[in-house]
């Protein structure tokens, strides 16, 4: 069973926004750089942005760049992904992971994987 937890999914219409939620209560987050990746149908996972334990260091994929805001509570055991100005490209399936290290986009560094959760962008 994933010890990562998404949430706050649903159906957004373009130009909409929404937050994600990502919990890591059986983790001593202090510890693991938080990312976010997504996956479209018929396309590769992609990095859309990390976040380091002491948040000194915030990576954001290409396309979200100023749309798409990261954050963490390590007391909480949380990460948030607040998303705004949706737009139809944003769909799919978006999983928060941790990272052993740097912050990072590469979808071959994380350790730990939540389910994920879908987000649709349709008017």
């Known amino acids: 069973q994933s010890q990562l937890v998404e949430s706050g999914g649903g159906v957004v219409q373009p130009g909409g926004s929404l937050t994600l939620s990502c919990s890591a209560s059986?983790?001593?987050?202090?510890?693991?750089?938080v990312s976010w990746f997504r996956q479209a149908p018929g396309k590769e996972r992609e990095g859309v942005a990390c976040?380091?334990?002491?948040?000194?260091?915030?990576k954001y994929g290409g396309t979200v760049q100023g749309r798409f805001t990261v954050s963490r509570d390590n007391a909480k055991k949380t990460s948030l992904l607040h998303m705004s100005n949706l737009r139809s490209e944003d769909t799919g399936v978006y999983y928060c992971?941790?990272?052993?290290?740097?912050?990072?986009?590469?979808?071959?560094?994380?350790?730990?994987w939540g389910r994920g959760t879908q987000v649709t962008i349709s008017a």
């Open positions: 976040i380091s334990p002491g948040m000194k260091t915030i």
């Open positions: 992971a941790l990272v052993d290290g740097l912050c990072s986009l590469d979808r071959h560094e994380p350790i730990h």
């Open positions: 059986a983790f001593t987050v202090d510890y693991w750089s």
